[in-house]
Structure formats: C-alpha cells, structure tokens
C-alpha cells in the first residue's frame, strides 16, 4: 500500500495542556483539510482512525487525526474530562489547522467522535460537510456502557469502569454532561451537507441511532450502509471503503473543483519552475514542467521537513550538475569511470579567509566540492576530469555575476 507524508502536530486546549496529533498529508496537491475525532476512550491511532485518514489523503484530503485530553499521547487527565470538554479540544485542533495550514472544511466522527462532530459543526464557520460513522445520535447514549455503575458513580461520585478491555474513572460529572447533550435539535440546525456511514449489525451503537442522525437532519443528506462491518471497523477494507466513498461524496460540496491545481505538464511552460504553498509554514511544492517535489525547512527552524531546504537543493543542482557533465565526459571519451560521487558544503566565509577571492572585508558564500571518482584510472585521467567538473553549466552560472530581476503579476 502506497505510504503518504505524515507530520506530528502538537498544540494547546482550552486549558493550556498539550494534545498530541497526527497529519496526513497527500502527496500532492492538497484538495482540501479534514478533521477527524475517534471514538470513546479510543486514540487516534485506532485503526479506523488511521486507515480512514490515510486513504482519504491519498485522494488528496489532508487529514488531522488526534488524541482527546488523557488519552493517547496528549496530556490531562480522562476523569475530569467529558463530552464538553471534547468539543473544546475540536475547537482547538480547527484553530491549530487555520493558524498553521488552512481552515479545516470537512469533520469527521467515528461513534462518540461523531455525536461530537454534530454538536460543533455550527461553531466552526469554516465546516461544509460533516460525516459520521457507527455514530449516535446524542452523546447521551453513551451511558449505556456504563449502565450497571451508573448508580455507584452517582452515589459516590466516580467508580471504575471497564471500558473495552481497559479500566477508566468515570466520575458524577462526566454523567451530569452527558445528560444535557440529550437532544438532536442541533442536527436538524445543522446547515452542513452530512454523511452518515453505519454497519446494520453495529452492536455497540445500535443502526436505529443512525436512523435518529438521517430523520433530524435536513438535506442535503446521505446515508450509507456498511453491511457487515464492525463498530470500529477492524477489516482494512471496511475502512478504505468509507475512505473511498466519503472523498467521491464530498467533492460536490467542498468547491474541490475549483481548488484543484493543474498539474505540472499544463502548469509550467519549458524551462520554467513555479513554487506554490503547500502550508502556512514553509513546506512549499516545486513544479518543473514534468516534475513536482517538496521542499521544506527543517523542524529546528519551525518547518515540517518533508523536502530538502533552498540551499539544500543549490548544492543539489551543483552537485547532478558536475555529475552528469563528468559522466557525458567519460562516455564520449569512453574512460573507465566506474562511480562519481559529489559532496558539497556551504559556508558562509570572510574573503579574508578565502585564497582565491578579492581581499575584501566582507562576508562571501562559498561551496567546497568533493568529487570521488571510482575506477580503472591514471593521474592524467583524473586531472583532466577536475577539470571538466569545474566547466559544468551549473558551476558556471554560480560563477557568473547573476542579475535577479523581480516583478508581481497581478
């Protein structure tokens, strides 16, 4: 299976504790960002989570996966968390999208991630299309997987419950919220194009909370069975099959159409490159006329480090430059040159320390090559080479006075 870019993210709830999450990007053109909330006491590395997220950035949706306070990787406590305070962690991790890439345009929610992806779609402006899986209605329902402590929780104020094969606190309050999250009048106030995606064999949310979902909401709406798929949809397939549905569902609503950037071949005349953004950041995508890759900086300086940096791809071109020159120049001379190898590093020298340049006192730039030449050659072979390297088109360039003439179009 084809693999996409993957940052780690990091930012800041409303109570100042850290949430850890996952962005996967597309590797191209990003049509659009998503947001995904997982399931009760579940992380965002479950697999649906992580399998749905991946898919959907193969067809070109960025999606931020992460994990709510006290679970997974992010920090606070679960028991003084609830179905409130996960609505503000959605808060938060839209407003870390806007600052850092772009405004998230689609939410998606697996089970308890979906009833709080209906409750705070309308606080998010910037939401179009909302999409839930094996999801209830009301967070509410939820009590029923603590039904047998929910007496002792209210007597004593907190218990432990057994939660999936793992044992959580649940205390009075996380209840008292769940009871006024008990009316579905927010889903019929929608105003968002809405999916709903349920398995008719769903034992832990039961398909009649989906039937809630559909009848409350307004159109336009969707609803798509999952036949025999689990809750949390174990098989690969279950999972790049909502992936696949839910990225063809949305295009109609997310102006994707007019988002698209047109591929590198119609893009870039001959001879030209474009650069373009790919986040708020600096990872930015090159286009040649046949060709795109990424460039970035490094996280030290605040980049995502998906690509090689601007000097990085200077010494880049230096270096295939003198490598191709010295290769065409082996073959046509028919020299027995096994292997080329080019290292180069730049340095930012005083003239005053460079023998070769004018004594001046100021600051140069200055690259230093090395070239390995591996095979069957004599001194005289050798020599001649060096000198070819240093005829290379790039080299000369780098050599020349180069005058940059800069204008805006507009």
Sequence with gaps: MESVPRIKATFKNAQGETLAGLLELPDGPIKSYALFAHCFTCSKDINAASRISRALARQGIAVLRFDFTGLGNSDGDFSNTNFSSNLQDLVSAAEFLEAEYEAP????????????????????????????????????????????????????????????????????????????????????????????????????????????????????????????????????????????????????????????????????????????????????????????FLADEPAIAGGDDLGANPYELLLAALGCCTSMTLRMYANHKKIALRGIEVELIHHRIHADDCNACDKQDKLIDKIERTITLTGDLDNKQRTRLIEIANMCPVHKTLENQIHIETKETR
Excluded: C
């Excluded at 039904?147 to 044992?167: C, F, H, M, P, Y």
């Excluded at 590198?264 to 953004?277: D, T, Y």
């Design 105 to 292: 345009t689609l939410l998606i929610g697996h089970s308890l991630g979906g009833a709080a992806v209906l409750a705070i779609a309308q606080q998010l402006p910037s939401i179009k299309a909302v999409a839930t899986i094996g999801a209830p209605a009301t967070a509410n329902h939820m009590q029923h997987l603590f039904i047998q402590e929910r007496d002792e929780i209210l007597a004593k104020g907190s218990t432990r419950v057994n939660l999936g094969g793992r044992s959580f606190t649940i205390k009075r309050q996380f209840i008292d919220d769940l009871e006024l999250h008990n009316s579905p009048q927010h889903i019929s106030d929608l105003k968002k194009a809405l999916i709903v995606f349920h398995s008719p064999i769903d034992s832990t949310v039961s398909i009649d909370e989906a039937g809630r979902i559909y009848t409350a909401a307004k159109h336009p709406k969707s609803f798509v069975s999952l036949d025999d798929a689990d809750h949390l949809l174990s098989r690969r397939e279950d999972a790049e099959y909502v992936a696949n549905v839910l990225s063809a569902w949305v295009e109609r609503y997310l102006d994707i159409e007019d988002k698209k950037q047109p591929t590198a071949p119609l893009a870039v005349k001959a001879g030209s490159v474009i650069v373009r953004e790919h986040n708020k950041k600096f990872t930015r995508e090159v286009f040649t006329e046949k060709h795109r």
